[in-house]
């Protein structure tokens, strides 16, 4: 199985700054990556696909890089609607396995 | 546009099975593109995927899982299900069922989740 690492395991940020998690793979997975944001009491929803594609209707403020086996999830000028957990999934093979998640807190 | 939604006990005994049910609309399980699957996260923690089937049958298993889950597709083409025996307090989570590509493999779809609780 693939193991994927996500760092920081939580931040506290403030409106408008900017917040970069970053997601390990333990072997190289190309770009076969994907980042979700989930918010308290509703199911996660995907952001980023294939390391950097943008899901339809993700604000331009999402932002993802990486290949091989180090990735980033990039948030410019945080809004109070960013608040949640974000969580990668390497999409690479079965079977499919996520990071531990990165909580993004109000400072 | 696709809904998907989980209909099944919020409650199971230790050592009984779990039995879930998805309910697809807006879209088809028959696509060739899609796979259909089961993801759980117990409160407060991390997703786990469970496991895929596609409409022909194929299924995929997480390891975590294997020895004790089924995931089948209703033949109306319209439902597909999730059993998973002899549960523990362990399997106590939210289980979402959900969607993703055959050759993308990320997840664009997902029920609410449904909240199962194992407890005598």
Known sequence: ?107 | QLHLQESGPGLVKPSETLSLTCTVSGGSISSSIYYWGWMRQAPGKGLEWIGSIRYTGTTYYSPSFESRVTISVDPSRTRFSLSLTSVTAADTAYYYCLRHGSGALHFDSWGHGTLVAVSS
Not at chain 1, 11 to 39: E, F, K, M, N, P
Not at chain 1, 46 to 64: D, H, K, N
Not at chain 1, 77 to 96: I, V
Request: net charge neutral.
């Open chain 1, 1 to 107: 199985d693939i193991q994927m690492t996500q760092s920081p395991s939580s931040v506290s940020a403030s409106v408008g700054d900017r917040v970069t998690i970053t997601c390990r793979a333990s072997q190289a997975i190309s770009r076969w990556l994907a980042w979700y944001q989930q918010t308290p009491g509703k199911a996660p929803k995907v952001l980023i696909y294939t390391a950097s594609t943008s899901e339809s209707g993700v604000p331009s403020r999402f932002s993802g890089s990486g290949s091989g086996t180090d990735f980033t999830l990039t948030i410019s000028n945080l809004q109070p609607e960013d608040f949640g957990t974000y969580f990668c999934q390497q999409t690479s093979s079965f079977p499919l396995t996520f990071g531990g998640g990165t909580k993004v807190e109000i400072k």
